[in-house]
């Protein structure tokens, strides 16, 4: 039996909970799927969805396995990529079950085609199925059933045709309980004989005329930058209409007989057809295809002209042998390239709790979305939010070290800014009221840093305001750009304008990445999709004149962010990467406590960013005699930002944070007490606090406690001291804010790391050794998930789940107020 065309979706509850049953494990179950099927990136689960997986657990009808086969279904995955991949983890039961079950289902293998054919002419519309022996067959026009001889067989047949059978059909494939419904099939009558193969006979005559096609459109070649035009024209009584369809998808603001497209990009390549019809026929035009070549400049006599200040101008003129030899630089090749990247790495930062500026709302939901998004891609992505103006230059630092020749570097901004003379600039938390350029990170330096590193692609996303700043007169020099063709700016607004966040109910969303998020894991240029962006942007009614994307690029290759990684299996910088990125990452494993009352406590951490986590006290055991009994964290170092009426508390939202919430989250057997710590980049020393116990006994009134000293080392981000000063780098010509104040060795990937952390060395790195929980794209992703513990009482790791931000279906059909709207302006 074929079983590749059908979906996980199509299968019945009790298959899908007969295999959750069987993934419900920790050695060969849901997690190793969801690894499996991670091959093919639209299947690949995120962060937050892989932990609501694992929260399913603390449901008592909640199952991991079940969760997961969920999304597969919901992302239209197959029984036979789904078959595929219980293979690849060697899960002999599920296949062989699955295996059974198919055998079971019913498929249609050959559906009923659509067909014209002339007044009592003869029509047979044709169903076949595979499954279980004895299939039964059921025909209906529309609603009604056919109940003639043919009305019950795989084959339907209308002969003699008559007027009445026009119409659609449908046939339902059934045995037993089991059924599944075939493809609807369109039966329409044509006259023999007519001005072209178009042509459709009124079913009223007297009163309309058949639509004959006149014109059909053309398939064309043009170039990025051209103008196409295509045309279909048809008579008929009543008038024709329109209607043009790009890859089957209609565009609804083309609806008369010309097709014009001014600038065509490679977004504009495909397939087009326009349907034509009235009152009584439809009839769709031929295909024509629209390719995207190189650029029309051959098509053309080529004139140099020199427009240096100093220079006079001079003029080249190519043609004849000369434009041939020109031709074939940009013919096209033969075979579309297939562009990759060596690493992709990312640096995120959200700054909103500004010491002399107005408080933002948005950033810590832009960074947190934006982050999952990105590590859906296989991104490397450090998150940090709230950052001075010391941290801000060493995690750049940071971020070039993870930089290499092919790499992709995207860095991203969310916060209070400004632009000056074309150079933009990044307000650290701590820049004064009256601030300048010396106060601020200029984005033109960073990107003259990321080309010495000869990066594949270099990103820039700026969801900041681009206001003039009064204070600051001086004209900042960056370093020269190289011509590498390949940087993209995406301005979440445009020159000497705001930007702007929406208040949400419990977070906010930034309107950048509100339209961002939809469009930034397709499979299309960085440019053609940052296009489309600016496009909802510009059809919402909250932005339209208040707020538009702008886009700089030069880049002259079709390159991605959904790119694959490839590079050599050995790549000692790679290994570099790798550790470096993954030193960030590095959560404190889950503990067991014993007291001496008898009392067990799990301690567990979470990573909500780079640099604030979670951390969650639950108890496992209690005595019978010790009635009440909760474990709390207390005596934390000054260097780290805890709220104390938000620590210990029962619920992720009591303890502030709106993003690892899940709506409708089920209450856990065990309850749990939630601590949020922020500013891990200002830890000098290891993480140390004390678990105080508060228990009382059956017999007595009085509560007692018990202390536990704990120490973590530094977790996360911590481990890189962003808080100091990177060694100083010889002097340039570039204003004070530029980062060539700070080193950024080549070699060093120092990263001050503790006892407890990983020691590494750079002759490890040129030897090419890498650590084993670092060595795949899968641990990349995962670096942020909680530590599983093996306890016999606790087998699923704590937060991450999808935030509570709007969806994304709803961002124009929410009635927004400009009231709740904020700028990130400066001052």
């Not at 992720?652 to 749990?672: D, F, M, Q, R, Y």
């Amino acid at each position: 039996m074929e079983e590749r065309n059908m979906r996980v979706g199509s299968v019945s509850e009790e298959v899908l909970d007969r295999l959750s049953t069987m993934l419900d494990n920790t050695t060969c179950g849901w997690r190793q799927l969801a690894d499996a099927v991670s091959e093919q990136p639209k299947f690949r689960c995120s962060e937050s969805e892989l932990t609501s997986c694992s929260l399913q657990v603390l449901s008592t009808a909640g199952s991991p396995g079940r969760t997961l086969l969920g999304r597969l279904a919901d992302r239209s995955c197959s029984l036979d990529f789904l078959l595929h991949c219980l293979r690849k983890m060697d899960h002999q039961e599920a296949v062989q079950y699955l295996t059974t079950t198919l055998a079971e289902l019913i498929q249609i293998t050959v559906q009923p085609q659509t067909q014209q054919a002339p007044v009592g002419g003869r029509v047979v519309l044709t169903c076949r199925a595979s499954g279980p022996p004895g299939l039964s067959y059921q025909w209906f026009r529309g609603k009604e059933e056919i109940l003639d001889e043919t009305g019950n067989t795989p084959e339907l047949v209308l002969s003699p045709t008559v007027p009445a059978h026009q119409g659609h059909y449908i046939c339902r494939v059934h045995h037993g309980g089991n059924f599944i419904f075939s493809q609807w099939a369109h039966v329409r009558f044509s006259q023999t004989a007519g001005c072209s193969p178009g042509w459709s006979s009124s079913l009223f005559p007297g009163s309309a005329s058949g639509l004959c096609v006149i014109h059909q459109p053309q398939s064309r070649a043009a170039s990025e930058g051209d103008s196409v035009f295509l045309e279909c024209t048809a008579e008929a009584n009543p008038p024709v209409q329109y209607e043009w369809y790009h890859n089957m998808v209609r565009m609804t603001q083309h609806k008369t007989r010309s097709l014009k497209i001014p600038c065509v990009t490679t977004a504009h390549r495909g397939q087009y057809r326009c349907k034509m019809f009235n009152l009584y026929h439809e009839v769709w035009s031929d295909t024509a295809t629209i390719t995207i070549g190189p650029s029309s400049i051959t098509d053309a006599s080529w004139v140099e002209v020199d427009r240096g200040l100093d220079s006079q101008e001079v003029h080249r003129s190519t043609s004849g042998p000369g434009l041939s030899q020109l031709r074939q630089t940009f013919n096209p090749p033969s075979s579309v390239k297939h562009f990759y990247a060596t690493d992709k790495v990312a640096l995120l930062i959200g700054n909103m709790n500004y010491h002399y500026h107005t408080q933002l709302c948005a950033p810590i939901a832009d960074v947190h979305e934006l982050t999952n998004m990105l590590r859906q891609m296989d991104f490397k992505v450090v998150s940090l939010l709230d950052l001075n103006w010391q941290e801000m230059h060493s995690a750049v630092t940071e971020f070039l070290l993870l930089l290499d020749k092919g790499v992709y570097g995207l860095l991203y901004f969310a916060g209070h800014g400004y632009e000056n003379y074309g150079n933009s600039f990044m307000l650290p938390i701590d820049a004064p009221a009256s601030h300048t350029s010396e106060h601020c990170l200029c984005v033109q330096n960073i990107l003259t840093r990321m080309q010495e590193k000869e990066t594949g692609l270099n990103v820039l996303l700026l969801d900041m305001c681009r206001k003039r700043n009064l204070y600051d007169d001086v004209i900042v020099q960056p370093g020269l750009l190289k011509l590498t063709a390949n940087i993209v700016f995406g301005y979440a607004t445009c020159a000497d304008a705001k930007a702007y966040e929406v208040k949400g109910e419990d977070v906010s969303n930034g309107i950048f990445i509100r339209f961002l998020k939809r469009r930034v894991c397709e499979d299309e240029k960085v440019t053609v999709m940052l296009d489309r962006v600016a496009e909802d942007m510009g059809s919402c009614d909250i932005t339209r004149g208040r707020q538009a994307l702008e886009l700089r690029s030069n880049l002259s290759e079709r390159r991605s962010l959904t790119d694959q990684i490839e590079t050599a299996e050995c790549s000692a910088s790679h290994s570099a990467r790798n550790l470096q990125w993954a030193i960030a990452h590095v959560l404190p494993k889950s503990l067991c406590l014993q007291f001496d009352c008898g009392v067990k406590v799990q301690l567990g951490f979470a990573a909500e960013f780079s640099n604030v986590m979670v951390i969650y006290t639950r108890i496992l055991e209690q005595p019978h005699e010790i009635v009440s009994c909760c474990a709390q964290l207390t005596d934390f170092p000054e260097d780290v930002d805890i709220d104390l009426k938000q620590s210990n508390q029962e619920t992720l939202l009591e303890a502030g944070s709106l993003l690892l919430i899940k709506e409708n989250l089920p209450s856990p057997e065990v309850p749990s007490l939630y601590t949020r710590i922020r500013g891990l980049q200002r830890l000098r020393r290891a993480l140390t606090f004390t678990i105080c116990l508060h228990y009382t006994y059956s017999n007595m009134d009085d509560e007692v406690q018990e202390r536990q000293p704990v120490t973590v080392g530094k977790p996360l981000v911590s481990k890189l001291n962003l808080h100091e000063p990177r060694p100083p780098h010889a002097p340039s010509a570039s204003s004070s804010s530029s980062l060539d104040s700070f080193n950024v060795p080549e070699t060093s990937f120092r990263a001050s790391v503790d006892s407890d952390a990983w020691s590494y060395h750079a002759s490890e790195a040129q030897s090419g050794r890498e650590s084993s929980t670092i060595d795949s794209p899968t641990t990349s992703r995962r670096a942020n998930i909680p530590e599983e513990t093996d306890s016999e009482y606790f087998h699923s790791p704590q937060p991450l789940v999808a935030s509570k931000s709007l969806p994304h279906s709803q961002i124009n059909d929410t009635n927004y107020k400009f009231s709740d709207m904020y700028n990130f302006h400066s001052h």
